[in-house]
């Protein structure tokens, strides 16, 4: 039903910053709560922040408390995360995830639902 498209993702040098959208289409995500999940090559995919439907719940990794910042717009159907201080660990496909549950959130990737196909964001040193 709903699918997601990322963007704004990028080469940036390690201090920079970067600003990911994720656009929903299809249908509203407004009851939802929705992550962001990264996934470097060799490494497992990984929790990165997810916010309720609201906005009244944030929960963030502890790789990226203080550097990055979840939010959403439910008017415009898109979730952001704004990504400050970047470092080259930071380096990854970063997707956009829909848990259709809408009230609580959830850190393991297969509790979400709806994915987006990614976007690159790569930080040099």
């Known amino acids: 039903q709903v699918q997601l498209a990322e963007s704004g993702g990028g080469l940036v040098q390690a201090g920079g910053s970067l600003r990911l959208s994720c656009a929903a289409s299809g249908g509203s995500i407004s009851v939802y709560t929705m992550g962001w999940f990264r996934q470097a090559p060799g490494k497992e995919r990984e929790f990165v922040a997810a916010i309720t439907r609201t906005g009244g719940s944030i929960v963030n990794a502890d790789s990226v408390k203080g550097r990055f910042t979840i939010s959403r717009d439910n008017a415009k159907n898109t979730v952001y995360l704004q990504m400050n201080s970047l470092k080259p660990e930071d380096t990854a496909v970063y997707y956009c995830?829909?848990?259709?549950?809408?009230?609580?959130?959830?850190?393991?990737?297969?509790?979400?639902?709806?994915w987006g196909q990614g976007t690159q964001v790569t930080v040099s040193s």
């Open positions: 995830a829909a848990d259709t549950t809408g009230w609580r959130i959830v850190f393991p990737g297969y509790e979400y639902e709806y």
